[in-house]
């Protein structure tokens, strides 16, 4: 079955350090990956996307890689604020390419 | 451009009632999507539309029903409601399945 997996343990960091996020999946053959926020009681907010073909993608102080070898994309925030803390989910498009699913997402604090 | 719209935002329903989710989009988007979300399962897909007049399942469909009639529009329908289905609903529309665009949601709870 199709799978996609971050880590369920929050991510607790210091302020000014880089997060670093891991979205791992399985049985998924992606043209891309997407990166959403999400704060409490909100709903989700698209961050970045990325394509097989693209190796790294930067926004800001956002970046992320995608290894289509792997089945990996990592997601950093450099320089951190407390202001980033939120919940960040990773998504992909199924086969089909039309329903967009959901990791269950990894939480961020950020602590000054 | 209100973008992604959901009504009710909040709904308390007994066992067995029935009630429609409505989801409106004014940005033309082609995709629209239903999730739920609850503690620990994170975002679950329950039904998805490619276009007005076509839909297709998620992940977790059963007890659920969808219409896509026009285009801006994406009803979720429960017909006969069960405890089992308090959750937090979300809609989300895209214009191309990509980038998605998310609704406010809305807080069900089934007693």
């Known amino acids: 079955s199709q799978k996609i997996e971050q880590n369920s343990e929050a991510l607790n960091i210091q302020e000014g350090k880089t997060a670093t996020l891991t979205c791992n999946y399985t049985?998924?053959?992606?043209?891309?990956l997407q990166w959403y926020r999400q704060d409490p009681g909100r709903g989700p907010v698209f961050l970045l996307l990325?394509?097989?073909?693209?190796k790294e993608k930067r926004k800001e102080r956002l970046k992320v890689t995608f290894d289509t070898t792997l089945k990996q994309s990592l997601f950093h925030i450099t320089a951190s604020q407390p202001a980033d803390s939120a919940t960040y989910l990773c998504?992909?498009?199924?086969?089909?390419?039309?329903?967009?699913?959901f990791g269950k997402g990894t939480s961020l604090l950020v602590t000054p | 451009n209100a973008g992604v719209t959901q009504t009710p935002k909040f709904r308390v329903l007994k066992t067995g009632q029935s009630m429609t989710l409505l989801c409106a989009q004014d940005?033309?988007?082609?995709?629209m999507y239903w999730y739920r979300q609850d503690p620990g399962m994170g975002l679950r897909l329950i039904h998805y539309?490619?276009?007005?007049?076509?839909?297709a399942k998620g992940e977790v469909p059963d007890g659920y029903n969808v219409s896509r009639l026009k285009k801006q529009n994406f009803l979720l329908g429960l017909e006969s409601a069960a405890p089992s289905q308090t959750s937090v609903y979300f809609c989300?529309?895209?214009?191309?399945?990509?980038?998605?665009?998310f609704g406010q949601g809305t807080r069900l709870t089934v007693v």
């Open positions: 940005m033309n988007h082609e995709y």
């Open positions: 989300a529309s895209s214009p191309t399945g990509s980038e998605a665009f």
């Open positions: 539309s490619v276009g007005e007049g076509t839909t």
């Open positions: 049985n998924y053959s992606p043209a891309y």
């Open positions: 990325i394509r097989e073909n693209e």
């Open positions: 998504a992909l498009a199924g086969n089909s390419g039309y329903a967009l699913n």
